[in-house]
């Protein structure tokens, strides 16, 4: 980031390479549509070009580039005049399972896939945006703090409420297949 804190394109292209496809997916799981996700991916370089001057190399890149992330989800949101809770439900957020599993364990972990994927797109955005950045990208706690801006209580009380809903909608759904 130093590199590119001085105007150089190869360092960026680097750093391109690096996070290319842990953005793409946190776009992805955010339900943004495949094409536009890699339209926010050039965004946030663009953006992470522009602001190169405000980057603090004494902290960590992660939070600094996730809270460009963040704010270029936020403006696709505005254009797109869409509520999160209206958006469309994720269609791919984990890799598929193994085409070498049993028949059946495979269908059952699809399944799973698409009830999780379906319980993350219930939550409220700010929640599912704190859960992915933690659970799906790999930040600390402090790491979301920073990149959302937050206090770093609130980034716990945020994961523990989204995990206590998704683990609640999961088991009412569990609850209803038994009966059935």
Wanted: charged fraction near 30%; proline fraction near 5%; aromatic fraction near 8%.
């Amino acid at each position: 980031m130093a590199r590119v804190g001085r105007g150089d394109w190869r360092a960026l292209e680097v750093l391109l390479a690096r996070h290319e496809a842990p953005l793409f997916g946190f776009f992805h799981r955010l339900g943004c549509p495949p094409g536009s996700c890699e339209d926010l991916v050039q965004t946030v370089m663009i953006k992470l070009y522009e602001e190169r001057h405000r980057y603090d190399p004494a902290r960590l890149f992660s939070p600094w580039l996730y809270g460009i992330a963040r704010n270029v989800w936020n403006d696709y949101l505005r254009r797109r005049g869409r509520d999160s809770t209206h958006l469309a439900l994720i269609e791919s957020m984990d890799e598929m399972p193994s085409t070498t599993a049993d028949p059946l364990e495979r269908s059952q972990r699809v399944e799973e896939a698409e009830l999780v994927r379906r319980a993350l797109n219930r939550l409220p955005e700010d929640q599912r945006l704190t859960l992915i950045l933690r659970h799906y990208q790999g930040l600390s706690y402090e790491e979301v703090a920073e990149a959302l801006g937050i206090p770093l209580g609130t980034v716990k009380w945020r994961i523990h409420d989204a995990m206590q809903k998704v683990k609640e909608w999961l088991a009412v759904r569990d609850r209803g297949r038994s009966r059935g």
